[in-house]
C-alpha cells in the first residue's frame, strides 16, 4: 500500500463554499503554514435523492475543489463516511437513509431507534441490514469514481477516510442492541458474543472499504478513525488497526481536564500502524461545550507531543453551526490565530515530520475487560454510549468496583490508572498498546493492568516480551490459572518507585518530577525535535528543564559539527529557548540554525 505523507492539513468544506472563492480560500490556508487541505464529501449533498450523485454541480462541486487544491500545491484528504458529521443536517446522510424505517436499527418492539443529533433527529440506520449496507457501498463506489483520477501520485489525494464519525452514533449497543432482521440473524449465531457490535461494524467497513478498493485498485489510500474518548467506545482501535493501517483520531478536550485526550493519543500511537489525528479543533460545534483558543492549541501539541505523524485543524475556514476558526468565512484571521501559524510554519521549517518519538513503557489495555466495563455502564448509563462520558473526563470504570478483579469489574482500570500516574511521575515517555491491535510490543517495559480472560494472542505478546529479554509487570487476575504460572507475580498496585525499578537503565533521567523529555529521532538517529511535557503544578524554569540533556549537533563547514543551543521550534526569531515551563506546558524545541531549506512545503510563503 502506498503510504500517505505526514500532512499538516486544515479543513475547508467545499460544499460550504462558492466555488469561485475555492483559489483564495486554499491560498489562504497555504500562508497559515498548511501542506493539505481536508474536507468531508456528504452523501446528502451529492444525492440528496434517490438518484446518482452529481459531483460537478454548482451546489455539489467537489471536482472543483480538488482541481483548485491540485492548482495550489495542496494535499487533500477527503472523508467519504457514509455519516461524515460535520454538524450536517442528518451526519451528511440523505433524508432517504434518514427516514427509512425499513434500514433502521429497531427496538426489540420494532420501532426504529432515534437519534437526537441537532437539528433535526434522525432514525439510526442499522450496519446490519444488507439493504443499508448496498446502498452505502454504491456511494462509497460512486465518490471514488468521482475521485479516482485525482488520486496521488498523479494528483492531490492521498487519503480516502471510511465510517461514521461516531460508530453507533452515540449508543452504547451493548445496552440497546439492534433489533433489525438481520441485526437478529447476526445475533442467533453468536449468542451471548460480547464482541458482536465491533464485527458487525467492521463488516459493514469492510463492504464499503470493498466497493472503494474495486473502484480505485489495490493500494487505495484508505482509511478509519476513532473518536474522541477512543479507549471506551463501542468498536475497540486494536480491531479497526487491524482492518486499516492508517487510523486517525479526532481530537477533542480541555486543557484543564487533559487526560482524557492525552490517553486518547497514546493509545492510537502505540496500536495503529500509521496513526494520525484526523481532527483537532480549533473552534467548537454549537450542541458542545466551549473550547477556548488555550484549548485548542493545547490539544494540538498534544498530539504532536504523542507522536502522531500529522494532523488536521477543523475548522480553518469557519462555517455555519460552529463557533470559532483559524480563518472566518471571510478570511479573516481569529485574534489567536497568529499562534497556530507560528507553530505550523515551524513544524514546516523543521524536521518533526521525519521524527519518531522513543517511548520506553508499553501500557496494555485489555480490551476483554474494556467490553466488561461497557457491558456493566449499559446497567449504569443506559444507551448512552461510556465514550461520551469519558470524553468529559469520566470514565465508566470509575463506577465500577475497584477491587473486583472479574472482567465486569473496576480492579484493572485502577491498576492501568496507577500504572499511568507511575509513568508520568517519572517523567517516561510511554504508550498505550490495545492488546487486539496488530503492532509488536518493542519498548524496555510492558504493563499489563489484568490477566483475567485475556485472549491468547494478548498472553503471546507477554511471554514474546519475556522471551526477549523485555521486562513485564501484571495486575491481578481474578484466579490464578495453570497457563499463566509461567507470568511473574501479579503487582497489587503499580507505583513510582515499582516502575522506575522495571524500567532500570532504560528509565530516562529527568531533573524534575511529572516532566516528560521526549527525543523525537529520524532515520540516522539524530534527535530532531524535543517534546517537553510538564504535569507538575509549580513553574519549571527552562535551564532546569533541560539540565542533563545533551546539546545537539548543528552541521558546520563540510563534516564538521559543532554543539547549538536549543530554540522553540514556533519562535523562529529566537534563537535559545528561554523562560519558564507553566504547569500543564507542552513545548517543542529544536537545534538552533537546523531551519528547512527555502522553499520547503509549509515554510514561509
Known sequence: MRRPPPVI??????????????????????????????SPVPWSVHAPAAADPAFDRDDAHLVAFLEAAAHAGLDVLLRLGPAVGADLTGLGLPPSVTADRETAARHPDGEPHVVPIPPRWILAPSY?????????????????????????????????????????????????????????????????????????????????????????GDGAPLATTLPPAALF???????????????????????????PLTRDALLLCGTARTPFASLVATGTPTYLPHLGPDDHLHGLRTCLAAGLPGFVLSMGVGRDRWIG??????????????????????????????????????????????????????ELLGPVAPGLAAAADFAPAEALDPDDTTAAGGAWWRWLVAAEHALQELGAPYVLVDDEGPLPVETPLLLAPTTTDLAPASLERIRAQLARGGRVLCGPAAATAGDLADLPPAVPLPDAPAVAAALGDALPPTPVERL??????????????????????????????LEGWPAPDAPGRGDERHAAPWRDLDEPGAARAAGTLAPGDVRFLVPAGRGSPAGREGGEP
Open 233 to 259: 467506545q463501542p468498536v475497540g482501535a486494536g480491531l479497526l488497526a487491524r482492518a486499516f493501517d492508517r487510523v486517525g483520531l479526532d481530537a477533542y478536550g480541555w486543557r484543564e481536564h487533559p487526560a
Open 128 to 216: 446490519a441490514a444488507a439493504a443499508y449496507r448496498n446502498r452505502a457501498a454504491a456511494w462509497i463506489a460512486a465518490a471514488a469514481t468521482a475521485v479516482r483520477p485525482f488520486l496521488a501520485p498523479h494528483g492531490p489525494v492521498h487519503t480516502l477516510t471510511l465510517g461514521d464519525a461516531w460508530p453507533y452514533l452515540g449508543r452504547n449497543p451493548l445496552a440497546a442492541p439492534d433489533h433489525h432482521p438481520d441485526a437478529r440473524a447476526a445475533r442467533d449465531t453468536s449468542p451471548d458474543d460480547p464482541t458482536l457490535p465491533e464485527r458487525v461494524y467492521l463488516d459493514f467497513l469492510g463492504k464499503i472499504a470493498r466497493a472503494a478498493a474495486e473502484t480505485l
Open 9 to 38: 492539513a486544515a479543513s475547508l468544506h467545499y460544499c460550504r463554499r462558492n466555488a469561485r472563492s475555492l483559489a483564495a480560500d486554499l491560498q489562504a490556508l497555504r500562508r497559515l503554514g498548511a501542506n493539505a487541505v481536508e
Open 516 to 545: 516528560e523529555r521526549s527525543a523525537f529521532v529520524d532515520a540516522a538517529g539524530d534527535t530532531v525535535v524535543v517534546a517537553l511535557v510538564h504535569r507538575s503544578t509549580r513553574d519549571v524554569p527552562l535551564g532546569l528543564a
Open 325 to 378: 476558526g483559524l480563518l472566518d468565512e471571510n478570511l479573516r484571521e481569529a485574534e489567536a490565530t497568529h499562534r497556530h501559524r507560528r507553530l505550523l510554519h515551524g513544524l514546516g521549517r523543521s524536521d518533526w515530520l521525519a521524527g519518531r518519538r522513543r517511548p520506553v513503557a508499553a501500557l496494555l489495555v485489555p480490551r476483554g475487560a474494556v467490553r466488561g466495563t461497557l457491558a456493566a455502564a449499559a
